[in-house]
């Protein structure tokens, strides 16, 4: 029987995909683990609370679309979530929120490792219970296939005592001062990630420290993966003060070629891992909208740009506007994919948190011997 579930990295020939869907989205809540701001307005303006008006969920579900039809050109076979009703408040024995998010970024939450699928821990209240949307399909893929392996991370507790709300009003020359502690608004008491902080390159799984994972949580993937042959290596970004998952930072196109962030180099002594092993570290180009252009209740940063999703070592999606990344990735020999994605980047994410790959062709490769 063919296999379910299979992917060790984010580049080899894409057969089968999440793609999210904005249908039920809600403004994500405000809370401890997350300070959400409207763009460009006066401190202290609150930012809304509850369902996202209609347009602004027609319109990126368009987008998507859109997404889905160009992956099925490619004879990508593509999946969506499940409905569900973010609305609802999460009410647990220590906390409530009014309203959850909602389901445009299953990569923030599922990740595919070999034949296991993982259930991140989330970061965040609004998004505790945010695996619920893909479970059908989990367990259409472990019902299909006896090889396949479903693990749920342990889940934190979110009690306030999990978080240092103080962290959202840190000054910026504490947050310069600080900068190699990568102490952020999540303590180090629990087990915390969430699955968009990971990268996967084979047998080699980065995972960047943030304010949506911690080292508890990086020890808890060590401990989980290790076993298995897999290394897993921390990964910091000294300069991001506000580092959340690692595809808009940290992106591998192709074995020996990653795509950076020149405003958040790499730390000096993790550089060495890829450059020993022949690997290229290429600056992705400034992204054609700035920061203060962003979409008002976006928030993610300009480098959206770079979250691009590949269909093969070969091909890359990329958002349409982003030209002179296109243009640099065609001159390194990718087919280039532009589509619009613009109406998707309020819920945070581009093409590659839009999306959760399920099935690559290729196996585990050792690409750091
Ligand atoms: N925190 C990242 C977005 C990751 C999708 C950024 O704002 O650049």
């Known amino acids: ?48 609370t509850g369902r996202k008006p209609q347009e602004a969920i027609d319109a990126a579900n368009a987008e ?31 906390f409530s929120v009014d309203n959850q998010y909602c389901g445009v970024c299953p990569r923030d939450v599922m990740i595919t490792i070999g034949s296991e699928i993982i259930e991140a ?42 978080y240092r709300e103080g962290f959202w009003d840190w000054p910026l020359e504490k947050r310069h001062a600080e900068m190699h ?44 993966l290790e076993p298995q042959g897999l290394r897993v290596h921390p990964l910091h970004f000294p300069l991001d003060y506000f580092p959340s998952h690692i595809d808009c930072t940290f992106v591998p196109l192709r074995p020996g070629l990653v795509l950076t962030n020149p405003d958040r180099p790499l730390s000096d002594g993790e550089e060495k891992l890829f450059l020993t092993n022949d690997w290229e570290l290429v600056e992705a180009p400034e992204p054609t909208t700035g920061n ?23 091909k890359v999606i990329a958002e349409e506007r982003e030209k002179p990344l296109h243009d640099m990735l065609d001159k390194l020999g990718f087919e280039v994919f532009p589509i619009p994605f613009r109406n998707v980047f309020e819920y945070g994410g581009s093409l590659h948190c839009a999306t959760w790959d399920v099935r690559r062709t290729g196996d585990r490769e050792d690409y750091f011997p």
């Open 1 to 48: 029987m063919a296999a379910q579930v299979n992917s060790w990295n984010e580049w080899d020939r894409l057969e089968e995909i999440v793609v999210g869907s904005a249908d039920d989205a809600c403004y994500e809540p405000t809370e401890p683990g997350n300070h959400p701001h409207i763009r460009n307005a006066a401190p202290g303006t609150a930012f809304p």
């Open 64 to 94: 998507l679309a859109g997404l889905v039809a160009l992956l099925e050109s490619q004879g990508v076979r593509v999946r969506r979530p499940e409905p569900h009703d973010y609305s609802k408040p999460v009410r647990t024995p220590e």
């Open 121 to 162: 821990t989330m970061s965040r209240r609004g998004r505790f219970f945010e695996y619920e949307p893909y479970r059908k399909l989990v367990y259409e893929y472990w019902n299909a296939d006896p090889a396949v392996r479903w693990t749920t991370a342990p889940k934190p507790s979110m009690t306030d005592e999990m």
């Open 181 to 224: 502690s990568f102490e952020f608004c999540i303590t180090q008491d629990e087990v915390i990630f969430d699955a968009a902080d990971m990268s996967r390159f084979g047998r080699d799984i980065m995972v960047q420290e943030s304010m949506t994972t911690n080292r508890q949580g990086i020890q808890w993937l060590k401990r989980h």
């Open 292 to 314: 203060d252009e962003m979409p008002t209740y976006c928030q993610s940063s300009k480098w959206l740009s770079m979250n691009v999703l590949s269909i093969s070592p070969t």
